[in-house]
């Protein structure tokens, strides 16, 4: 399970996006699949999440800012 702080919340194309940091380096590719195999905690609450949201291309390093897009009707993290 990866733990994150939430940083901002917001809402790009109707969708709930978190914005979190980084808590290692990461490799873009493939960063969804990892993210929702390991399982994703924002602020103490488990997240199902279905979309990465960064303008780095890769890699992405740790500390760096990134979104986490909520699974369609998802409320975790609230």
Do not use: N
Not at 29 to 47: F, N, S
């Amino acid at each position: 399970m990866r733990h994150f702080k939430s940083e901002g919340r917001y809402v790009i194309q109707g969708r709930q996006v978190i914005a979190v940091r980084l808590d290692q380096e990461e490799e873009r590719e493939g960063l969804l699949a990892r993210l929702q195999a390991e399982g994703v905690m924002i602020d103490g609450t488990q997240c199902e999440i279905d979309g990465v949201e960064s303008f780095a291309i890769t890699p992405l390093r740790k500390g760096m800012e990134i979104g986490l897009r909520l699974a369609q009707g998802k409320e975790g993290g609230q």
